[in-house]
T-cell receptor, first 115, second 111 residues
Framework: KAGVTQTPRYLIKTRGQQVTLSCSPISGHRSVSWYQQTPGQGLQFLFEYFSETQRNKGNFPGRFSGRQFSNSRSEMNVSTLELGDSALYLC??????????????FGQGTRLTVV | EDQVTQSPEALRLQEGESSSLNCSYTVSGLRGLFWYRQDPGKGPEFLFTLYSAGEEKEKERLKATLTKKESFLHITAPKPEDSATYLCAPRGGGSNYKLTFGKGTLLTVNP
């Protein structure tokens, strides 16, 4: 079955612009989480969505936002981009929160470069 | 606050030389300890989930074990293709339901 699909794979944006990244989870998975990966900080949790509701949020500024659609696809948006937002943004897909034996599978990520 | 420490940060082995990676964690309401493998420029690849202290899981040359405060990833007779960054991530429960990642161990296996 198809894995987690993230689009686009690469993006170059200018400071001050905004960007939207997309994630399509594995078929049947209803929980989507987003992570930011940088060389210095490693993988850091951004937020998690289930049934179109944000269930949990990490320690990121309000410029980072997301949403989930009824088909479980999710988008994240970063407004007023800063150079420090350059990172690999990863999406993880799970069946549902609180369900035992539910693994989290990652997409290939979107590499965002802010210049 | 949830904390995860992986050691060593980097490990260089000769092909066939077995070793272990460590993951120490403090997470409230543990709902699984995940191990991933990540190759450069790619997303993490799922390896194992462990749920209870004493649990063990194996996959080819890898075996993961779990205690109440640590997890170990044992690599037996590694091959060069095992070279990657190995990440551990405990998942909390309730409102803490998220993966908290360690910084990873960069494993290099020389032929």
């Amino acid at each position: 079955k198809a894995g987690v699909t993230q689009t686009p794979r690469y993006l170059i944006k200018t400071r001050g612009q905004q960007v939207t990244l997309s994630c399509s989870p594995i078929s049947g998975h209803r929980s989507v989480s987003w992570y930011q990966q940088t060389p210095g900080q490693g993988l850091q949790f951004l937020f998690e969505y289930f049934s179109e509701t944000q269930r949990n949020k990490g320690n990121f500024p309000g410029r980072f936002s997301g949403r989930q659609f009824s088909n479980s696809r999710s988008e994240m948006n970063v407004s007023t981009l800063e150079l420090g937002d350059s990172a690999l943004y990863l999406c993880a897909s799970s069946l549902a929160p609180g369900v035992r034996n539910t693994e989290a599978f990652f997409g290939q990520g979107t590499r965002l470069t802010v210049v | 606050e949830d904390q995860v420490t992986q050691s060593p940060e980097a490990l260089r082995l000769q092909e066939g030389e077995s070793s272990s990676l460590n993951c120490s964690y403090t997470v409230s309401g543990l709902r699984g300890l995940f191990w991933y493998r990540q190759d450069p420029g790619k997303g993490p690849e799922f390896l194992f989930t462990l749920y209870s202290a004493g649990e063990e899981k194996e996959k080819e040359r890898l075996k993961a074990t779990l205690t109440k405060k640590e997890s170990f990833l044992h690599i037996t007779a590694p091959k060069p293709e095992d070279s990657a960054t190995y990440l551990c991530a405990p998942r909390g429960g309730g409102s803490n339901y998220k993966l908290t990642f360690g910084k990873g161990t960069l494993l290099t296996v020389n032929p």
